[in-house]
């Protein structure tokens, strides 16, 4: 509601960024009462309604970028899945916001694969113009960065900035154990 009466873009802009924080985690909670097992949440399916979400949330990007999704037979229970999707939010933020400039197209790949027992890796990429490397004290710098970075020790794995052409991020991580790691 404030970001529609706003008209200051840079506030607008951050008002609507905290908006698809929040209707990450709805979405989150939507699909989960939706499901036949209401403890866990196919991730697939999660992670097509969220990039529809947010390319919905940035109109002008929609016809540009294209986001392709591996996720199959992948199911998060919801301790898992809330800092997994604010994670995802915050990568296809961030490349939404910067990645596309002056009307470029291009493609986000988020894939999702199961490496082991309880381990999982994220490997998120897209083929846009990549992101300065600031450092600040051995970390990218930036508020996207830092709940980047806090949702992956929440997800109790670790992240690598892949220094190729666009932006690429491998994202270890444990999931669907039964401790409560997500706190706000």
Do not use: C, W
């Amino acid at each position: 509601l404030q970001a529609s009466s706003v008209d200051d873009p840079k506030l607008k802009s951050q008002l609507t960024i905290s908006q698809n924080r929040v209707r990450s985690m709805a979405l989150i909670h939507q699909l989960l009462y939706r499901s036949h097992d209401l403890s866990s949440i196919g991730m697939e399916d999660y992670l097509y309604s969220l990039s529809g979400q947010l390319l919905s949330a940035y109109g002008d990007l929609k016809d540009r970028i294209s986001i392709k999704i591996k996720a199959a037979d992948i199911y998060f229970n919801i301790q898992n899945a809330v800092p997994f999707g604010l994670l995802v939010n915050e990568l296809i933020t961030n490349s939404l916001k910067h990645g596309f400039p002056e009307g470029n197209k291009g493609t986000i790949h988020i894939d999702l694969s199961k490496t082991g027992e309880g381990q999982y890796s994220l490997k998120y990429s897209d083929n846009g113009i990549g992101i300065p490397y600031t450092i600040v004290n051995g970390h990218l710098s930036g508020f996207g960065m830092y709940l980047i970075e806090t949702l992956v020790n929440q997800l109790e794995g670790t992240i690598e900035h892949l220094h190729t052409k666009g932006t690429v991020y491998k994202v270890n991580f444990r999931g669907n154990n039964d401790q409560t790691r997500f706190h706000i």
